[in-house]
């Protein structure tokens, strides 16, 4: 079964979008640094999925690319999977464009793969899955 496990939203500042968060009640989690996408995040909980909020480490990034052509604003949609691999392999097959191949691990040791905006409707999807057993 598919779910929206994410929101993605970039943010020139991490701590400011948490204040925002937090002053309409809400809980966010602590801050998390994924190196490979030199990025720094917070994560806020809500019933059944979350809002990732993404700060740049670095302006030669992602996320930093994506502020300096866009600015502020929804980054990602992300679709929970329970088999990530299986997924992959067949959206391929199909013609479906990645952005990478390579099956990353990211905030929580959950799994996850971009699919190019070109093959989703001009979304930038990300397929991501729980993190294996004893991570």
Do not use: N, W
């Not at 930093?64 to 949609?77: A, C, D, P, Q, T």
């Not at 392999?89 to 070109?118: N, Q």
Request: with cysteine.
């Amino acid at each position: 079964m598919f779910q929206i496990d994410h929101l993605g939203i970039a943010v020139k500042s991490l701590d400011k979008a948490k204040q925002f968060y937090e002053l309409m009640g809400m809980h966010v989690m602590p801050d998390e640094i994924v190196e490979g996408e030199k990025v720094r995040l917070a994560m806020v909980p809500l019933d059944g999925s979350r809002i990732e909020l993404l700060e740049p480490t670095e302006a030669d990034s992602p996320i930093g690319r994506f502020l300096e052509k866009r600015g502020e604003g929804l980054h990602h949609v992300a679709l929970h999977v329970d088999d990530l691999a299986g997924t992959m392999e067949r959206m391929k097959a199909a013609g479906t464009r990645f952005i990478s191949d390579e099956i990353k691990v990211g905030a929580g040791g959950h799994l996850y793969v971009f699919v190019h905006p070109s093959s989703a409707g001009g979304v930038l999807l990300e397929l991501c899955e729980d993190p294996p057993a004893g991570v």
